[in-house]
């Protein structure tokens, strides 16, 4: 007789029915110890961000950056052309007239900065992500519709699978599943 080889857990999901109690939850949790935390909702809770800690981003760094790539890119682009490969004399004007660059150089600095802002939303939030480990929860479809839940790690340094359980038992959710990888 051949057994089947038991599927690692990726963390323990609780289910709750209203955003007042995943957020007392998540920030029990948090309070608890247990930082490889995670909550998902129908739609943006800003007390839920806080209550499991998540508190600063990158994104502003790297749309600041993309900025300004695109600013030095810009106007050494412009500074190329009117320079040193087709200088034009129009009018007596000067070939390196930084005035006249300067609408161009403005549109490529929004143009790197949007561009480091999607993709940097992108890489951070680590899509495109077909498929993640809690898509295998019985009732996580509900979590585009009404339901809010709150995950934590198997991989967070303080789980042990009974007293996780127990704990996310106490705080008063419809249900407290396995989430298998």
């Known amino acids: 007789m051949r057994m089947k080889a038991r599927t690692p857990t990726y963390g323990l999901m609780a289910e709750f029915e209203n955003p007042t109690d995943v957020v007392a939850a998540a920030r029990r949790v948090h309070e608890e110890g247990y930082r490889r935390i995670d909550a998902f909702s129908p739609y943006p809770i800003?007390?839920?961000?806080?209550?499991?800690?998540?508190?600063?981003?990158?994104?502003?760094?790297?749309?600041?950056?993309?900025?300004?790539?695109?600013?030095?890119?810009?106007?050494?682009?412009?500074?190329?052309?009117?320079?040193?490969?087709?200088?034009?004399?129009?009018?007596?004007?000067?070939?390196?007239?930084?005035?006249?660059?300067?609408?161009i150089t403005f549109e490529t600095t929004v143009l790197g900065a949007a561009l480091a802002a999607v993709f940097g939303m992108l890489a951070l939030n680590g899509l495109p992500e077909p498929y993640h480990p809690v898509f295998n929860a019985?009732?996580?479809?509900?979590?585009?519709?009404?339901?809010?839940?709150?995950?934590?790690?198997?991989?967070?340094?303080?789980?042990?699978?009974?007293?996780?359980?127990?704990?996310?038992?106490?705080?008063?959710?419809?249900?407290?599943?396995?989430?298998?990888?």
């Open 138 to 181: 019985p009732n996580f479809a509900l979590a585009s519709r009404d339901r809010f839940f709150l995950l934590v790690e198997a991989r967070d340094p303080k789980f042990d699978r009974e007293q996780t359980a127990a704990f996310l038992r106490s705080l008063g959710p419809r249900e407290v599943t396995d989430v298998e990888h």
């Open 46 to 103: 800003e007390e839920l961000s806080e209550a499991i800690g998540v508190h600063s981003t990158k994104l502003p760094v790297i749309v600041l950056i993309g900025g300004i790539i695109g600013l030095v890119a810009g106007y050494l682009m412009q500074y190329y052309t009117h320079v040193w490969d087709y200088p034009l004399n129009v009018g007596g004007k000067p070939f390196h007239s930084w005035p006249q660059f300067i609408p």
